[in-house]
């Protein structure tokens, strides 16, 4: 019964670079959260995303991020032309199809550092 | 724009006695609220939710208590023990969709 994976847990990149942030839901999970924790601060929430859909962006940055969820593999968090304000811990939440609302399940994030 | 807020960054409490960990939040809207744990290098795992027409729910040592006029919620945890402590965000949503974490509170259970 995994959980959620994420990976890598740790990234490091150099400004300029892009940065690819991976996601595998929890097995029967369809709905997955992206959100970042910025030093010293809570959770923000980034996206969210249904298979082949966007539902919530609101929370993206207009320029450089992207996020998909595909048909077959893993959800994806794109970050093009990484500056050093990006550094901070990602995580992935997903959760099963709503009936009553149901709690999200974290992965243990990942740590992007731009040098 | 911090629609979910917890104003005190840090807490310590001797082993044995009641953590209080308190939420504020702005968006009368917000139908549901979560509790989460946080160890360091981890991801946060659920403890326990409520939802809007409930006050009161209770999952062994853990309560969280809602009170809407005054658009608050708290987790008390008793007895506290020395593995609880972590850092506790407390979470909001309206029907589910986005969820609006906190800044979370440090707990420090002292043996």
């Known amino acids: 019964n995994a959980g959620v994976m994420q990976n890598p847990r740790h990234l490091v990149r150099r400004r300029g670079q892009e940065a690819r942030l991976r996601c595998s839901p929890m097995?029967?999970?369809?709905?997955v959260y992206w959100y970042r924790q910025l030093p010293e601060e809570g959770l923000k929430f980034m996206v969210y995303l249904q298979k082949e859909n966007i539902i919530d962006e609101s929370g993206m940055p207009k320029e450089r991020f992207s996020a998909e969820f595909p048909k077959e593999g893993p959800s994806i968090l794109r970050i093009q032309q990484v500056v050093r304000g990006d550094s901070a811990a990602y995580f992935c939440?997903?959760?099963?199809?709503?009936?009553?609302?149901?709690?999200?399940?974290f992965g243990p994030g990942t740590r992007l550092t731009v040098t | 724009d911090q629609q979910v807020k917890q104003n005190s960054p840090s807490l310590s409490v001797q082993e044995g006695r009641i953590s209080i960990l308190n939420c504020d939040y702005t968006n009368s809207m917000f139908d549901y609220f979560l509790w989460y744990k946080k160890y360091p290098a981890e991801g946060p795992t659920f403890l326990i939710s409520?939802?809007?027409?409930?006050d009161k729910n209770e999952d062994g040592r853990f309560t969280v208590f809602l009170n809407k006029s005054a658009k608050h919620l708290s987790l008390h945890i008793v007895p506290s023990q020395p593995g609880d402590s972590a850092v506790y965000f407390c979470a909001a949503s309206v029907n589910g969709n986005q969820f609006y974490f906190g800044t979370g509170t440090s707990l420090t259970v002292i043996p």
């Open positions: 939440a997903s959760s099963p199809p709503m009936g009553p609302i149901s709690e999200q399940y």
């Open positions: 409520i939802s809007s027409i409930k």
């Open positions: 097995k029967g999970h369809s709905h």
